[in-house]
């Protein structure tokens, strides 16, 4: 079976659903772009930022989230946001990434010198630029190898405070006699409306509405549902980090108050403990029900190896990871690589850590790679859709027989 799986894997056409553009940066841009703009680092050498910002294991999810820190400030230019986004679409493609939803919070980057729809316009830029250089080369355009594609997905941010960026700080004074969820609500929200009018205006590839930042128990998805109805009436999809670090509850308020179509790591969906309402008697029941609502309806799960490994302290050992759950009750799941450049991870090494842990088959292995194209945001319509799943299927099914043998129920590892 294991002939040539690693290369298989390098082969194959992927997609990535759940990347953030600025755990992406790639390291030596950070390094350059911060010189440029005389910003502090802790360290100005790749060697020393690896030590020190972005590390093989965190103490926790907050931890992880530092990091960003240090990317946030070189993103406040349209000529950095597009150098960004150019490089970022070039790293995925250079994997065999043809299909990729990016994911970031543009209003972290909304300042004097730039509005949300120059923000948005420059990603764009950047991610289209590589598109057309790629799409252009000879076995692409001969339709031996798939085209890129991608998608944008903007984050609604669960939480901010004084600092992360000058929108945010327009917020909070603007509305400092108001609670602080409601702030928080009332920027989702307008998150929601900027980016489906920038979507309209410049007809560029917002495919979706996410919510990210620490979760924690005052910061619920049920707060956010204004945002989420506004989106879901202007036809944007739906997507939620939920059950990172909290619980069943979570995941279950972002399905059925904010109507998602995808959840962000789940990976505590199935943890009983982790369930707080005092009148949710039977726990066992409740995650039975949700588990086979979400299984009914395909509400995906995307799933983080490496990032969670770094976040949940309690897992040592991937092995014990949810997704092993997952697969057993059926749910639909996708293997996504979270931040690349945080998590020192990119596709390939995360589904060759699926195939490792979690005896995977050939026939599980291809329906997680093409469900993750199945389950996308794709921007096209739903007949370019289609005719490009099968050209992925097409791909797949010349590669595999050339680099796998065995049955198609035996288990790799």
Not at 33 to 39: A, E, R, T, V, Y
Not at 82 to 91: G, R
Not at 108 to 117: E, L, M, V
């Amino acid at each position: 079976m294991k002939k040539n799986l690693s290369e298989f894997i390098k082969k194959i056409p992927k997609s990535d659903l759940h990347v953030h553009l600025d755990g992406s940066v790639r390291v030596e841009t950070i390094i350059n772009l911060s010189k440029q703009q005389k910003l502090a680092l802790p360290s100005f050498t790749v060697e020393g930022l690896n030590k020190l910002v972005f590390k093989d294991r965190y103490a926790n999810l907050s931890e992880y989230l530092k990091g960003f820190s240090f990317v946030t400030p070189i993103m406040q230019t349209p000529e950095n946001l597009e150098q960004i986004s150019y490089e970022f679409a070039q790293d995925n493609i250079n994997e065999g990434v043809c299909y990729v939803e990016v994911r970031f919070a543009p209003q972290f980057h909304i300042n004097d010198h730039q509005n949300i729809d120059q923000v948005l316009l420059s990603v764009n830029k950047g991610l289209s630029k590589a598109k057309t250089e790629y799409n252009k080369k000879p076995k692409v355009k001969s339709g031996e190898l798939p085209e890129f594609n991608y998608g944008i997905i903007v984050c609604a941010m669960r939480s901010f405070g004084k600092g992360f960026s000058k929108f945010f700080d327009r917020s909070l004074e603007l509305h400092k006699k108001a609670s602080l969820n409601s702030i928080f609500a009332m920027t989702a929200h307008k998150l929601a409306k900027s980016s489906i009018n920038t979507r309209d205006k410049y007809d560029i590839p917002i495919v979706g509405l996410d919510l990210a930042g620490d979760e924690v128990i005052s910061n619920l998805p049920i707060h956010y549902k204004n945002a989420y109805h506004f989106a879901h009436k202007h036809y944007m999809h739906l997507t939620a980090h939920a059950g990172e670090t909290l619980g069943p509850e979570s995941v279950c308020q972002a399905v059925t108050e904010l109507c998602v179509d995808r959840i962000g790591h789940g990976f505590y969906l199935f943890s009983e403990d982790k369930i707080s309402d005092p009148t949710i008697q039977d726990k066992s029941a409740y995650i039975k029900h949700l588990v086979q609502y979400m299984a009914d309806k395909r509400i995906t799960i995307e799933v983080c190896l490496t990032s969670n490994m770094q976040t949940i302290p309690s897992l040592k050992n991937l092995k014990h990871h949810s997704f092993a759950q997952m697969l057993e009750q059926h749910l639909s799941t996708v293997i996504c690589t979270d931040n690349r450049t945080v998590s020192k991870t990119n596709l390939t090494k995360e589904i060759m850590l699926a195939i490792q842990n979690f005896n995977l088959t050939k026939t599980t292995l291809k329906d997680l790679i093409v469900s993750s194209f199945k389950r996308s945001f794709y921007p096209g319509t739903y007949a370019e859709k289609r005719n490009y799943v099968k050209k992925i299927v097409s791909r797949y099914d010349l590669l595999e027989p050339l680099f796998l043998t065995g049955n198609s129920e035996d288990v790799f590892i």
